[in-house]
T-cell receptor
Framework: ETGVTQSPTHLIKTRGQQVTLRCSSQ?????VSWYQQALGQGPQFIFQ???????GRGNFPPRFSGLQFPNYSSELNVNALELDDSALYLC????????????FGSGTRLTVV | AQKVTQAQTEISVVEKEDVTLDCVYE???????LFWYKQPPSGELVFLIR??????QNEISGRYSWNFQKSTSSFNFTITASQVVDSAVYFC???????????????FGGGTRLMVKP
């Protein structure tokens, strides 16, 4: 079975631009969570999507938004990029909303200049 | 609110030494899950263990062992006879299993960078 795949692996954007990151969940997993990991810190929860609806959100502003598609893949969109948005963005999928068996992808490294 | 503290930011050991990574957590819930993840330079988080709050038995898996003590809110991780391949950042994480934790969010500690020298 395939794991969680994220694209692109690296990205450089200019302050004020918009970015879309993509995640394909592990086969059979219907729940996707996104995390932001700044350099030298632990990951922080952005939000979770379950069956195409947002199912919980961390302390992130509305310019962070997401989508989940019928095949359970997901996108993370960030508008009006700021320098502090530079981070590793990790996607994790799980079998069900209340399942605690998370599988993480390798992440997208976003640099905002 | 849930919180995880990993006081050791960096540990350096010589191969074959034993090393313990500390994790202290805070939660008001009686039902929760604790995790350890390994993050190699490639970036992905590799799952090591999940423990629920009702199971305080220590666990051993090969060279890895975990000591869960609710009385001190700690969930420490020991690597016996460390190897160079164990070099990575290790994260302890907590998830409260309550209805209020919409999204089952994981709260991570700041991580401990382990360097094992040959």
């Amino acid at each position: 079975e395939t794991g969680v795949t994220q694209s692109p692996t690296h990205l450089i954007k200019t302050r004020g631009q918009q970015v879309t990151l993509r995640c394909s969940s592990q086969s059979g997993h219907n729940t996707v969570s996104w995390y932001q990991q700044a350099l030298g810190q632990g990951p922080q929860f952005i939000f979770q999507y379950y069956r195409e609806e947002e199912n919980g959100r961390g302390n992130f502003p509305p310019r962070f938004s997401g989508l989940q598609f019928p095949n359970y893949s997901s996108e993370l969109n960030v508008n009006a990029l700021e320098l502090d948005d530079s981070a590793l963005y990790l996607c994790a999928s799980s079998l069900e909303r209340r399942d605690y068996g998370y599988t993480f992808g390798s992440g997208t490294r976003l640099t905002v200049v | 609110a849930q919180k995880v503290t990993q006081a050791q930011t960096e540990i350096s050991v010589v191969e074959k030494e034993d090393v313990t990574l500390d994790c202290v957590y805070e939660t008001r819930d009686t039902t929760y899950y604790l995790f350890w993840y390994k993050q190699p330079p490639s970036g992905e988080l590799v799952f090591l263990i999940r423990r629920n709050s009702f199971d305080e038995q220590n666990e051993i898996s090969g060279r890895y062992s975990w000591n869960f003590q609710k009385s001190t809110s700690s969930f420490n991780f020991t690597i016996t006879a460390s190897q160079v391949v164990d070099s990575a950042v290790y994260f302890c994480a907590l998830s409260e299993a309550t209805r209020n934790n919409a999204g089952n969010m994981l709260t991570f500690g700041g991580g401990t960078r382990l360097m094992v020298k040959p």
